[in-house]
C-alpha cells in the first residue's frame, strides 16, 4: 500500500471522531443552556416574593391611613362636642346661686318686696337653665333616687325609716352633666341601711 492510500484512510477514519467530537460539544451546549434556566426561574420566584410582599406592605400602610384618619375624625368630634365643658364650669355656679337667693327668700313671701324679688330670681334662674338645656347641659336633681356613684356623691349618712336604703334623701348642690358627660356629681345626704352598713359610694 502507497503511502497516499494510508493517508487517506487516516483522513476517513478521524472524519467520525470530528462528528464525535462536535456532538459531544453540542449535547455540553444544550446541558449548559438547561443550567441557565434554573437560575432564571429562581429569580422570577425571588421577584415574585418581592412583589406579594410589597402589595402586603401598601395594604397594612393603607389601613393604618384609615384608623389615623378614623381616631382623628372622633378627636375632632369630641372637641367640637365638649368645647364647652369649662364654659360649663364657670357658669354652674351662677345657678347655684340664684337657686340659693330663691332658697332664702322663701320664708319671707308675706312681704311684697322680697316676694317680688324672688320672683324675679326664680324666672331668671328658669332662663338661665333653659339657656344651658340648649347646649345639651342636664342638671342632676336625684332626689329620692337610689344612690349612683357614678353620678352622685354621698357627703352624709342619716337615718331615714320613710326611705329605702342607699337612697338620695337631700341633695345639697346639684350636679350637671355635658351630652350625657359628668361634668360635676350631685352632693347628697343618703339613707343609711337597716344594717348600718356602708353606703357603695364610697367608690
Known amino acids: 500500500m502507497s503511502a497516499e492510500e494510508t493517508r487517506n484512510e487516516n483522513s476517513m477514519a478521524d472524519e467520525p471522531r470530528e462528528d464525535l467530537a462536535s456532538d459531544a460539544e453540542q449535547v455540553q451546549a444544550e446541558a449548559g443552556q438547561g443550567d441557565a434556566v434554573e437560575p432564571a426561574d429562581s429569580e422570577v420566584a425571588a421577584l415574585k ?92 336633681n336625684p332626689l329620692g333616687e337610689p344612690f349612683d356613684p357614678q353620678v352622685h356623691e354621698a357627703m352624709s349618712m342619716v337615718a331615714a325609716p320613710d326611705a329605702e336604703p342607699n337612697t338620695v334623701v337631700a341633695v345639697m348642690q346639684k350636679g350637671y352633666l355635658l351630652n350625657d358627660r359628668l361634668v360635676r356629681p350631685a352632693m347628697v345626704v343618703v339613707s343609711k341601711p337597716d344594717s348600718a352598713g356602708n353606703v357603695n359610694q364610697q367608690a
Do not use: W
Open 49 to 140: 416574593a418581592q412583589v406579594d410582599n410589597l402589595k402586603e406592605q401598601a395594604l397594612r400602610a393603607q389601613a393604618e391611613m384609615q384608623n389615623v384618619r378614623r381616631r382623628a375624625e372622633l378627636d375632632v368630634e369630641k372637641a367640637h362636642k365638649f368645647a364647652l365643658e369649662k364654659f360649663v364650669r364657670e357658669l354652674v355656679p351662677v345657678v347655684d346661686s340664684l337657686e340659693k337667693a330663691v332658697e332664702s327668700t322663701g320664708a319671707s313671701e308675706g312681704e311684697e318686696l322680697l316676694t317680688t324679688i324672688r320672683e324675679g330670681v326664680e324666672m331668671t334662674l328658669k332662663m338661665f337653665v333653659a339657656s344651658l338645656r340648649k347646649f345639651n347641659v342636664e342638671q342632676v
